[in-house]
């Protein structure tokens, strides 16, 4: 990271601070009444007909809440990765007239790269905000949602980001939200156990990194997660993002020195 970058940086920060005001908003309001809804509230049907062992042993609330944490970091990452670098990387986009001056594209994707890191980790702050209004979830754990949900996040918001580089219509990002996200969404262990899938589409659920992403969040938070599986699933995120970041390199020199 370079003073370069920072600029870059600067420059989607100046667009943030426009409407930073409803964005908090949104960020607490949302998780806070879907978990009302949720958690608090189905949350007390499903812990009344539901076996003691089929959510490892706790409220559905406390299964519920890192699994949305995560759900809802993905969510945002598609959301700051995709739209915006399509506009910004198409001719006449800010992409563009940052490398005309004495930005190179690494510079350009360093500082956006950040930037996505930023909304990615205030977001998941103002998450963690939101469950401190439920007193059985202050935990200990919380301190730990913020870094790995952020991981969760560049999981998905640099390889989105290199793909989003080379789109020509805005049609395939619908699609893969549509087709892709959403199921993600509903299929990753969010609202129930991932054995209650059917084996054999259990090997695709395990391929995602939501799975990995809810299942760091929810280890941690809940304190039974072992060391292997922490690791584990903090080195598939990781390596998603190098990944991302990797490709991104070639899709941004392409597109923009096309």
Do not use: K
């Not at 970091?73 to 007239?97: D, E, H, K, L």
């Not at 809940?222 to 995120?237: E, P």
């Amino acid at each position: 990271m370079n003073l370069l970058a920072l600029r870059e940086f600067s420059y989607w920060m100046v667009h943030y601070r426009r409407s930073w005001r409803g964005t908090i908003v949104v960020n607490v309001l949302n998780p806070l009444l879907f978990l009302l809804a949720m958690g608090a509230g189905l949350g007390r049907l499903v812990d009344r007909h539901t076996a003691p062992d089929t959510l490892h042993g706790v409220a559905f609330l406390a299964f519920f809440a890192p699994g949305l944490l995560a759900a809802a970091t993905m969510q945002n990452a598609v959301t700051v990765s995709t739209g915006s670098v399509f506009m910004a990387a198409r001719p006449g986009g800010s992409y563009r007239n940052a490398t005309a001056g004495p930005l190179d594209t690494d510079d350009v994707l360093a500082g956006h790269m950040l930037f996505m890191a930023f909304r990615i980790a205030t977001s998941a702050l103002c998450f963690v905000v939101a469950l401190l209004c439920f007193p059985s979830l202050r935990t200990i754990g919380l301190l730990w949602l913020v870094p790995a949900a952020l991981l969760t996040g560049l999981a998905f918001a640099a390889p989105l980001a290199a793909w989003s580089a080379t789109l020509e219509t805005r049609q395939p990002m619908n699609n893969v939200f549509r087709f892709v996200i959403m199921p993600m969404y509903m299929f990753s262990g969010v609202f129930f156990p991932v054995d209650q899938i059917p084996v054999v589409l259990r090997a695709v659920v395990y391929a995602t990194p939501l799975w990995h992403g809810t299942e760091l969040c929810r280890g941690i938070f809940l304190g039974n997660a072992s060391q292997a599986a922490v690791l584990g699933h903090t080195a598939y995120l990781a390596a998603l993002t190098v990944l991302g970041l990797a490709l991104a390199r070639r899709t941004y020199r392409r597109r923009l020195f096309a």
